[in-house]
């Protein structure tokens, strides 16, 4: 990227933009615009680009093959390798099993099938590994064990991730649309249980709000459990219900996320009063509130509270979430499951990723950053949220979209008649905070519907979604996907959710200040300007 810069600077000494414009700005905008229009510019050099990729793929055989074979060499033995050595192995043939992606399955006691991930803390009671279409390896504590291979496919296709192999087609054509979907029917399947069999109770006595029993995390040494709290509705036989409902949904998500973090689960009729006064437990944490704006309703969210001196999260929710999740209508229970795996993808992504950032005093920022931040601080979480529950409800896309697009809108009206107020006061920090607030919702919303685009199965396609070609209009097709690059990016591998990565979102909030006639940009002198087009 410095040779670019190097570049573009070089260039803006002879070109009359460099005269036109603020040098500055013009750098920061030339060098942003070049990487959303990368695709144009990779077009042009695709020969060269398809010359290589042909001479690196016939170096790939030997290249895998070398680094499979260090691996084993250098591979230490492990615990997991003494407690797997722990079962009885033996080979069963059979006929048309798939190959899953995951490898593995696993499974504990009456517990499903599901993907071996080697995080269990407890060495499972049966894992099967596919060899080939013919052929199991099965590790079992005890006796040999009945095997159904239409049943033992079937997990293996729900226990991909993207993809299986099989020996024909017609072995996977039926079994194709299970991809990706073991969370997904592994929760609904136990909620319609749920609430066609759940325990009656004396609707006279005054609903609870229990302690769920505790969860038993893959991913934690220890078990976990949370208190429910049900705030202005809900009798004790619909608490009843809801409490059997929240604790499957959270033990089915905790084997994949570290769920230990979670604070409790407030649904309120009254969402916003809840909100602010939850108790954080800090003085130094003021009292979280929905933030005004003039499209949608805030439904639902992630609020971080100090227990015990350490980090926790606490999920507060409309009452109206909790009756779609009782709901006989199917399309309003996926509405509903979707919104509470989306808020328990917040605890996790809180400690998987956030914790590891240092506190925000120690942040290096730079003079663009550290006032446009805000705006995109929460971009990374609503993303990972969105691509975390994109399972619990495919058709989730289209409301990301039309929120995206009425936030959009409104940040064009808002900002608009800040413009006007600014003319009046000439209070630039006033304007600026308008816009980033504005802008943040149509970032937050954009994140979320690409979130969900790149978590759906690859066999479930994003159902048409206008997003795309309404921001053509507004001449920010191209930024929609680099910013989906971004985003995606953090979580591509363990070392790329960083501090500089982060801070480099603000440039995304400048990019949407750029089309509300909003250009603020670095003096020579360490001081941030702020450049304002035309006001009507």
Request: aromatic share 6%; glycine share 6%.
């Amino acid at each position: 990227m410095r040779r670019v810069l190097d570049a573009i600077d070089e260039e803006l000494k002879s070109s009359r933009i460099g005269e036109l414009l603020p040098r500055p700005f013009a750098r920061r905008a030339t060098s942003f615009l070049l990487r959303e229009s990368f695709n144009e510019v990779c077009a042009s050099q695709m020969p060269m680009v398809a010359e290589t990729i042909t001479e690196l793929i016939k170096a790939l055989p030997a290249m895998t093959r070398d680094g499979h074979n260090n691996a084993l060499r250098t591979a230490k033995s492990t615990q997991w390798e003494a407690g797997l050595a722990q079962l009885s192995w033996r080979t069963y043939s059979v006929v048309g099993a798939i190959l899953p992606d995951c490898i593995a399955l696993a499974q504990s006691g009456t517990d499903s099938l599901t993907p071996l991930t080697l995080r269990e803390h407890q060495i499972p009671d049966t894992i099967i590994l596919p060899i080939a279409h013919d052929l199991l390896l099965v590790g079992s504590r005890g006796e040999p064990i009945e095997l159904e291979i239409d049943k033992i496919n079937a997990a293996s296709a729900a226990c991909s991730d993207s993809f299986f192999i099989a020996c024909s087609s017609y072995d996977s054509a039926d079994l194709t649309s299970l991809i990706g979907q073991r969370c997904s029917l592994a929760i609904k399947k136990v909620v319609a249980e749920a609430i066609a069999e759940a325990r009656p109770r004396d609707s006279s006595q005054p609903g609870g709000a229990p302690d769920m029993a505790p969860l038993a995390s893959a991913n934690d040494a220890s078990s976990f459990s949370f208190p429910l709290a049900f705030q202005g509705f809900a009798d004790a036989e619909t608490v009843t219900k809801l409490g059997d409902v929240m604790q499957i949904v959270a033990h089915e998500m905790s084997r994949d996320l570290p769920l230990s973090q979670l604070d409790g689960v407030t649904f309120a009729a009254d969402y916003a009063a809840a909100l602010e006064n939850l108790d954080r437990d800090d003085p130094t944490l003021q009292a979280d509130k929905t933030r005004p704006r003039i499209y949608g309703q805030a439904i639902a969210k992630c609020v971080h509270v100090i227990r015990d001196g350490k980090r926790k999260e606490h999920l507060v929710l409309n009452a109206g979430v909790a009756g779609g999740l009782l709901d006989a209508n199917d399309e309003n229970r996926a509405w509903a499951l979707h919104v509470i795996v989306g808020m328990l993808a917040n605890v996790a992504h809180s400690a998987l990723y956030e914790q590891r950032l240092p506190a925000t005093s120690e942040i290096p920022f730079d003079i663009v950053s550290r006032r446009l931040h805000t705006a995109s601080s929460t971009c990374p979480g609503r993303y990972f949220s969105a691509r975390t529950s994109a399972f619990a409800d495919i058709n989730a896309g289209e409301r990301f979209a039309t929120l995206c697009l009425d936030s959009l809108f409104s940040a064009q009206q808002e900002i608009r008649s800040a413009k006007q107020v600014y003319l009046v006061d000439q209070a630039m920090d006033q304007l600026l905070d308008v816009a980033l607030l504005h802008v943040s919702f149509v970032l937050d919303h954009a994140a979320e519907w690409l979130g969900h685009r790149d978590g759906l199965p690859v066999q479930e396609p994003l159902p048409e979604s206008s997003l795309p070609e309404k921001l053509k209009v507004q001449g920010l097709r191209d930024w929609l996907e680099l910013f989906g690059r971004d985003l995606r990016r953090l979580y591509d591998a363990d070392d790329q959710f960083t501090t500089e990565n982060i801070l480099a979102l603000s440039r995304h909030v400048e990019r949407l200040l750029w089309t509300m006639g909003i250009f603020p940009w670095p003096t020579e002198d360490g001081r941030l300007y702020v450049s304002l087009g035309p006001i009507t």
